[in-house]
């Protein structure tokens, strides 16, 4: 390693941002290990789910048209249901990203008077649109007359049981956050997701337990459906799709609601009969394939990222030595100038577009401004190394992915010399 920090320190980065680098290296190798522990693990899951589905090489080619019989649809959603431990699952291109994967199984299931509970808070701000938090609901669930209500998290960021146990009678469905969203608290962990349904299930069995899964999947040994969740849902461009799914998502589950599910995204009767990924089988296939070894590798990334800027005096979640839900690392900003000259080390550091200045904006879906840095192969890829933050206080940047942990390396660097060159790193050791 020696020639590659000599290499950063001729390309600008400050000598005490190579000597905490180095700190955090070593003291981060206890997690490593654990890191490529899990990876193994997950590989074998996902290898196992390949030679259990019999895929060949003829499942590598999509069909046209209708898709009827297409045997590249059929054997994907056999790998991801293996892969997730699941009855069965939907794996589509035409599901556009996670929030739309949830939205549908939302739509497929609640119907006027029916009663959704979040159980762990305010869901992600694109999710509160669909929901209908907004001041004017509009077309979304409530708008269309169905019931709200939540349980906030407890002052340690875990589920509130005593609530959740209050208030979940009657409810059709309740959705649980796997990921913190842009919220300080911890990722939950699919130990607590399993004591969460088991709890659910014991008070109110029919109530289906929907789990937001986005940026969770092959962070942990087990899945939410291996602990008895009825429905996980998340997006092709983030975990799942290891890098190289262009586009799409996917939910897993009981059959019976993915079939209701699949129903609701194509038409009744005909959801798992018909479609086809028109060309992309393959990059399915194969970003499955490789999304345990790219999720560890941005688990890497994630972990030196608490280590390099907790030595730099920077507020981290989780914390150095924490356990780990998913690919999340959230870092405290001291100013909102702060958090663009962050995001924008990470754009400059980007293999596309790394010339832009990422300035907030407002986004789709977004109730604030939003700065958002992804200098990606694949447009919104959280998978690939990225950044982003609402722009309200406290100012806290959510940094994910990383298709090598060298590059995530190499971005946190870069984000830390452009803090350090606007005056909010000291450039000498303290």
């Given at each position: 390693m020696h020639k590659f920090w000599s290499c950063l320190q001729t390309q600008g980065i400050n000598a005490r941002l190579i000597a905490a680098a180095k700190i955090a290296e070593t003291d981060a190798q206890d997690e490593f290990q654990k890191v490529s522990e899990i990876a193994a693990l997950n590989q074998l899951k996902v290898l196992n789910a390949f030679r259990q589905a019999g895929i060949s090489e003829l499942h590598l080619k999509d069909g046209t048209g209708y898709g009827y019989g297409d045997l590249g649809r059929e054997g994907l959603e056999a790998v991801y249901a293996l892969a997730f431990g699941s009855e069965a699952a939907l794996a589509r291109d035409q599901i556009i990203s996670g929030t739309h994967a949830i939205a549908i199984a939302l739509t497929a299931f609640l119907s006027r008077d029916d009663l959704l509970l979040s159980v762990t808070g305010r869901p992600y701000d694109t999710l509160a649109r669909i929901i209908g938090l907004a001041d004017n609901p509009g077309r979304s669930l409530r708008g269309m007359g169905v019931k709200y209500d939540e349980v906030e998290l407890t002052p340690t960021g875990q589920p509130d049981y005593e609530k959740i146990g209050e208030m979940v009678g009657g409810a059709r469905m309740v959705l649980i956050q796997r990921s913190r969203g842009y919220n300080w608290r911890p990722s939950l962990s699919v130990e607590e997701i399993g004591r969460l349904v088991a709890l659910i299930k014991k008070l109110s069995p029919n109530t289906v337990c929907?789990?937001?899964?986005?940026?969770?999947?092959?962070?942990?040994?087990?899945?939410?459906?291996?602990?008895?969740?009825?429905?996980?849902?998340?997006?092709?461009?983030?975990?799942?799709?290891?890098?190289?799914?262009?586009?799409?998502?996917?939910?897993?589950?009981?059959?019976?609601?993915?079939?209701?599910?699949?129903?609701?995204?194509?038409?009744?009767?005909?959801?798992?009969?018909?479609?086809?990924?028109?060309?992309?089988?393959?990059?399915?296939?194969?970003?499955?394939?490789?999304?345990?070894?790219?999720?560890?590798?941005?688990?890497?990334?994630?972990?030196?990222?608490?280590?390099?800027?907790?030595?730099?005096?920077?507020?981290?979640?989780?914390?150095?030595?924490?356990?780990?839900?998913?690919?999340?690392?959230?870092?405290?900003?001291?100013?909102?100038?702060?958090?663009?000259?962050f995001c924008r080390g990470i754009q400059a550091s980007s293999p596309v577009d790394s010339f832009v200045l990422p300035e907030p904006g407002f986004l789709p879906g977004y109730q604030d401004q939003v700065i958002m840095a992804a200098g990606t192969f694949i447009q919104g890829s959280s998978i690939e190394l990225s950044a982003d933050a609402p722009m309200r206080r406290p100012y806290t940047v959510y940094l994910q992915g990383g298709l090598s942990y060298s590059h995530a390396m190499i971005g946190l660097l870069n984000a830390a010399q452009m803090l350090m060159n606007e005056g909010y790193l000291d450039k000498e050791q303290g």
């Open positions: 929907l789990i937001d899964n986005c940026y969770g999947e092959f962070a942990e040994e087990l899945e939410p459906t291996d602990k008895g969740a009825d429905l996980i849902a998340g997006s092709l461009i983030k975990n799942a799709g290891g890098g190289l799914a262009p586009s799409g998502g996917y939910l897993a589950g009981r059959t019976d609601l993915v079939t209701v599910v699949a129903d609701r995204l194509i038409a009744p009767g005909l959801g798992h009969q018909i479609g086809t990924n028109l060309g992309l089988g393959r990059l399915l296939f194969q970003g499955l394939f490789m999304a345990p070894h790219i999720v560890g590798e941005a688990l890497r990334g994630a972990v030196f990222a608490a280590h390099f800027l907790s030595l730099l005096g920077l507020e981290t979640s989780p914390e150095p030595g924490a356990a780990r839900a998913d690919i999340v690392q959230a870092v405290k900003m001291p100013t909102r100038e702060a958090v663009i000259a």
